[in-house]
Antibody, heavy 118, light 110 residues
Framework: EVQLVESGGGLVQPGGSLRLSCAAS????????MNWVRQAPGKGLEWVSY????????YYAASVKGRFTISRDNAKNSLFLQMNSLRVEDTALYYC???????????WGQGTMVTVSS | QSVLIQPPSASGTPGQRVTISCSGG????????VTWYQQLPGTAPELLIF???QRPSGVPDRFSGSKSGTSASLAISGLQSEDEADYYC???????????FGGGTKLTVL
């Protein structure tokens, strides 16, 4: 059974940093592209970042480029999102998602909540 | 303002057919496949339609997707109470080098 379990969320002050993790199981993690998608409270879905199966290719939404860094450890079946210079508008539930085809995510985690507030 | 435009709400009665539209541009829907997600209250999104009109295993054939030019539609036939959810369209955008989502449509089953 495919499972994605996010962790690392919490309350942080503006300008602070957090590192999110996503533990994958039930599939060959190293064969799949992965993404982070976020959802602010009461709002819609916003794609955040993509990483290729090898980790060589990465893409970011304009809203996070230069502040967030996606990475993965295929030996540990883990996906990461390093978030720096956090802003109030980064407050959201962050999901990791497995990519089936471009833009199509077939498995999602339950999400980890990030709250940026002073 | 989302790159892909969806109506904020839709509604129907049990058994009815409902369609939800998704409008984009040449760099996203016009060039790439469209995906639809269903998000039930308090849960993570679930893949409903991929590659414009393909259903993952387990998705009832009451759900169908179509695309024409820079627009796409999700159709739900034989509407059921459990279909009450938020629905999102998405596509890769060549200009932005990223995935763009619609703002979501809240479907109410009357």
């Amino acid at each position: 059974e495919v499972q994605l379990v996010e962790s690392g969320g919490g309350l942080v002050q503006p300008g602070g940093s957090l590192r999110l993790s996503c533990a994958a199981s039930g599939f060959t993690f190293s064969s799949f592209e992965m993404n982070w998608v976020r959802q602010a409270p009461g709002k819609g879905l916003e794609w955040v970042s993509y990483i290729s199966s090898s980790g060589a290719t990465k893409y970011y939404a304009a809203s996070v480029k230069g502040r967030f860094t996606i990475s993965r450890d295929n030996a540990k079946n883990s996906l990461f999102l390093q978030m720096n210079s956090l802003r109030v508008e980064d407050t959201a539930l962050y999901y990791c998602a497995r990519e089936l085809t471009a833009g199509a995510f077939d498995f999602w985690g339950q999400g980890t909540m990030v709250t940026v507030s002073s | 303002q989302s790159v892909l435009i969806q109506p904020p709400s839709a509604s129907g009665t049990p058994g009815q057919r409902v369609t939800i539209s998704c409008s984009g541009g040449r760099s996203n829907i016009g060039s790439n496949a469209v995906t639809w997600y269903q998000q039930l209250p308090g849960t993570a999104p679930e893949l409903l339609i991929f590659s414009n009109n393909q259903r993952p295993s387990g998705v009832p054939d009451r759900f169908s997707g179509s695309k024409s030019g820079t627009s796409a539609s999700l159709a739900i036939s034989g509407l059921q109470s459990e279909d009450e959810a938020d629905y999102y369209c998405a596509a890769w955008d060549d200009s932005l080098s990223g995935v763009v989502f619609g703002g979501g449509t809240k479907l109410t089953v009357l």
